[in-house]
């Protein structure tokens, strides 16, 4: 695939996990523009990366592709074994800050010892974006949602399909 560079703008960074240690990074975005009722406070996105294996472990290259004069919040979760280590940042100009700020998060684990397929659902914003997202610890990757209309209640929702025998980590931003 062919890329110009001139349109090319955002910011990006990298980290070098050890082997055995993935990390992922999302943005935290406050939704000041939405005034809808009900409306999430906060959303989050996935961001995206390259890898690139070292001896030592892997580089991942990750991308923000709509930089804020102010900074783009960040949170990191780095998953090592059966340990999540969760950090929050900003990344401002070229430079990422780690910050002692609470993040506005609830998390949980869930576990379904048996039986067949679960589904756990949850709401999106008009925006398409959600507070809620379900990550596989072993692999630190996002369980994909299947997207649907609800018309009993007027909005798009997305269930994910959950394996039994198997934890997942489910994070969500708070309405703080």
Same mark, same amino acid.
């Given at each position: 695939?062919?890329?110009?560079?001139?349109?090319?703008?955002?910011?990006?960074? !990298?980290?070098?996990?050890?082997?055995? #240690?993935? #990390? &992922?990074?999302?943005?935290?975005?406050?939704?000041?523009?939405?005034? =809808?009722?009900?409306?999430? @406070?906060?959303?989050?996105?996935?961001?995206? =990366?390259?890898?690139?294996?070292?001896?030592?472990?892997?580089?991942? #290259?990750?991308?923000?592709?709509?930089?804020?004069?102010?900074?783009?919040?960040?949170?990191?979760?780095?998953?090592?074994?059966?340990?999540?280590?969760?950090?929050?940042?900003?990344?401002?100009?070229?430079?990422?800050?780690?910050?002692?700020?609470?993040?506005?998060?609830?998390?949980?684990?869930?576990?379904?010892? =048996?039986?067949?397929?679960?589904?756990?659902?949850?709401?999106? #914003?008009?925006?398409?974006?959600?507070?809620? !997202?379900? &990550?596989?610890?072993?692999?630190?990757?996002?369980?994909?949602?299947?997207?649907?209309?609800? !018309? @009993?209640?007027?909005?798009?929702?997305?269930?994910?399909?959950?394996?039994?025998?198997?934890?997942?980590?489910?994070?969500?931003?708070?309405? !703080?």
């Amino acid at each position: 695939m062919y890329y110009c560079m001139e349109y090319l703008q955002g910011k990006h960074f !990298s980290i070098t996990d050890p082997k055995n #240690t993935n #990390t &992922v990074i999302y943005e935290i975005v406050k939704n000041e523009n939405n005034q =809808s009722k009900g409306a999430p @406070k906060y959303t989050m996105e996935r961001l995206d =990366s390259i890898e690139e294996l070292r001896n030592e472990g892997t580089k991942r #290259t990750y991308f923000v592709d709509l930089p804020k004069k102010t900074g783009n919040q960040l949170l990191f979760l780095t998953f090592e074994n059966e340990t999540v280590t969760v950090n929050q940042g900003v990344l401002k100009e070229d430079e990422i800050k780690f910050i002692r700020k609470p993040v506005p998060m609830v998390f949980n684990t869930i576990y379904k010892e =048996s039986g067949g397929d679960y589904y756990k659902e949850y709401n999106y #914003t008009p925006n398409m974006k959600r507070q809620i !997202s379900i &990550v596989d610890p072993e692999t630190g990757e996002e369980i994909k949602p299947i997207l649907y209309y609800d !018309s @009993k209640t007027n909005e798009v929702k997305g269930k994910c399909k959950l394996q039994p025998n198997k934890t997942y980590l489910a994070f969500q931003l708070r309405q !703080s």
